[in-house]
């Protein structure tokens, strides 16, 4: 079983920063992209970012050049350093990680709200 632990989270006010952590309990290397997604009350959850192997990254529209993604193989940790923080950010985040064996497998963290005030 893959445990993925977020921690990070928190308030902070609009045009502050935050880094999120995702520590895996696993070798990251095993996964073919990690991310980050979040999800706001009554919408559904969306795409943050994602790294993938060789470290190619990907973002929404909403948060590029806000928002990096980054990962520490050595940690098997993956960041998720979020600045120019907006109130439409609030979100609970969660840690994603995927790996193909036979099929597409997800595993998720528990989520690590993230509160922006105005």
């Known amino acids: 079983q893959v445990l993925l632990v977020e921690s990070g989270g928190g308030v902070v006010q609009a045009g502050g920063s935050l880094r999120l952590s995702c520590a895996a309990s696993?070798?990251?290397?095993?996964?073919?992209?990690m991310g980050w997604y979040r999800q706001a009350p009554g919408k559904q959850r969306e795409l943050v970012a994602t790294?993938?192997?060789?470290?190619?990254?990907n973002y929404a529209d909403s948060v590029k050049g806000r928002f990096t993604i980054s990962r520490d193989s050595a940690k098997n940790t993956v960041y998720l350093q979020m600045n120019s923080l907006k109130p439409e950010d609030t979100a609970v985040y969660y840690c994603?990680?995927?790996?193909?064996?036979?099929?597409?497998?997800?595993?998720w963290g528990q989520g690590t709200q993230v509160t922006v005030s105005s």
């Open positions: 994603n990680a995927r790996r193909i064996v036979s099929s597409v497998v997800d595993y």
């Open positions: 696993e070798s990251i290397s095993r996964f073919i992209v």
């Open positions: 790294v993938a192997v060789r470290s190619i990254t």
